[in-house]
């Protein structure tokens, strides 16, 4: 079965993303798949984000300043 993230996406099924901690290279993992969702417009439709350690570093920059995710009714 092929699909996309995008074929996931509706008002009823809402993604999360979770990243992992280590650091610096947790770090660097998370702005990659973060500059991926977000080149391919799907950012600001993920309404949870989870992190620790290295990655809750970027997510912390990327809520702050480059996207606002939907608010779930």
Sequence with gaps: M???LLDCVDDKNLPSVSFSGGGSRSYCSSIGILRS???NKLIDRIPYFSAVS???WIIQI???HVWTPVTAT
Excluded: E, M, P, V
Aim: no cysteine; aromatic share 16%; proline share 0%.
């Design 2 to 4: 092929n699909f996309t």
């Design 37 to 39: 969702l977000y080149k």
């Design 54 to 56: 290295g990655s809750s």
């Design 62 to 64: 990327g809520r702050a």
